[in-house]
């Protein structure tokens, strides 16, 4: 079972990255897919979440309106769109999967990709 993250990297204030999320030994059809980040020096906290159904996301208050959470079922891979970032945006972005509740919790999710950083400068 594995998760790979990928897409981060460098950008300004204001502009856009898509994070993806490919998933093998597990389908994104029937696991609740997270999005988590850990910035430097801080604990690592909930950034967005879609339902196995595909039919209901959630999102930690600062990135509504920013980001957006999908999925492809075909291709197996979770997606973060990030617009308008901002430098407090910068952190290294994990992928999770969980069969739980659709949690803003990470003791519930138990499968981790590796992480991918992203990093924005005013």
């Known amino acids: 079972v594995q998760l790979q993250a990928s897409g981060g990297g460098s950008v300004q204030a204001g502009g856009s990255l898509r994070l993806s999320c490919a998933a093998s030994?597990?389908?994104?059809?029937?696991?609740?897919m997270g999005w988590f980040r850990q910035a430097p020096g801080k604990e690592r906290e909930f950034v967005a979440v879609?339902?196995?159904?595909?039919?209901?996301?959630r999102y930690t208050d600062s990135v509504k309106g920013r980001f957006a959470v999908s999925k492809d079922n075909a291709k197996n891979t979770v997606y973060l769109q990030m617009n308008s970032l901002k430098p407090e945006d910068t952190a290294v972005y994990y992928c999770?999967?969980?069969?739980?509740?659709?949690?803003?919790?990470?003791?519930?999710?138990?499968?981790w990709g590796q992480g991918t950083l992203v990093t924005v400068s005013s």
């Open positions: 999770a999967a969980s069969k739980r509740v659709l949690s803003v919790d990470d003791y519930d999710y138990n499968t």
């Open positions: 030994g597990l389908t994104v059809s029937t696991n609740n």
């Open positions: 879609i339902k196995w159904t595909g039919g209901v996301t």
